[in-house]
C-alpha cells in the first residue's frame, strides 16, 4: 500500500470522501492518508476545502444521529486552525460554472475543483477520477494510491 506523499508547498485541498476516510477510520484509506492529518494536527500543512464538505460530511451522522460524529465533524470543519473551509462565492460559482461545462462534472463536484483551483492547491485529495478531467487540478486518487492502480 501507498502512503500519500504531501507537496512541499502550497495548500492540499481535500474533499468530502478524504475525510470520511479518516474521521470514520474507513481503511486502508484511512491509513494512506495519515501523513495529511498529522501534519494538520501539528500546524506543518495547511488544508483547505469548501463549505460544502461540512453539509456532504454530516449527512450520514446526521441520519444516524451520531451525536458525537456530529460534534467531531463541526469542531474540526468550523475550528481548526489550519484547516480553512472556504465559502461559496461569486467567483468560485462562475469558475464551477465553466468547470460543469467543460467536464461534465456534478455541481458539487464543479463546485469542489473551483475552490481548489481558487485556493491554488497544490494537490487535490480524492477518491473521485472524474476530477482528473478538470485542467490545473493536480488530483492524487486515493484508490491508485493504496492499491498502486494506475487506471
Aim: charged share 25%; hydrophobic share 50%.
Amino acid at each position: 500500500m501507498g502512503r500519500l506523499i504531501l507537496p512541499e508547498t502550497g495548500p492540499v485541498y481535500v474533499d468530502s470522501n478524504s475525510a470520511i476516510y479518516w474521521f470514520e477510520q474507513i481503511e486502508p484509506f484511512a491509513s494512506a492518508t495519515a501523513p495529511l492529518w498529522e501534519a494538520l494536527q501539528e500546524s506543518r500543512l495547511h488544508v483547505v476545502t469548501s463549505v460544502l464538505t461540512l453539509l456532504e460530511v454530516l449527512v450520514k451522522p446526521l441520519r444516524d444521529k451520531d451525536d458525537f460524529l456530529i460534534a467531531v465533524y463541526r469542531k474540526v470543519f468550523l475550528e481548526t486552525k489550519d484547516l480553512e473551509s472556504m465559502e461559496i462565492v461569486k467567483e468560485v460559482l462562475l469558475l464551477a460554472a465553466q468547470i460543469r461545462a467543460d467536464c461534465r462534472l456534478k455541481t458539487p463536484d464543479a463546485i469542489h475543483a473551483a475552490t481548489a483551483l481558487q485556493a491554488g492547491a497544490t494537490m487535490f485529495l480524492t477518491n473521485d477520477r472524474g476530477f482528473l478531467k478538470v485542467p490545473g487540478l493536480k488530483v492524487v486518487i486515493l484508490d491508485q494510491l493504496v492499491l498502486g492502480d494506475p487506471d
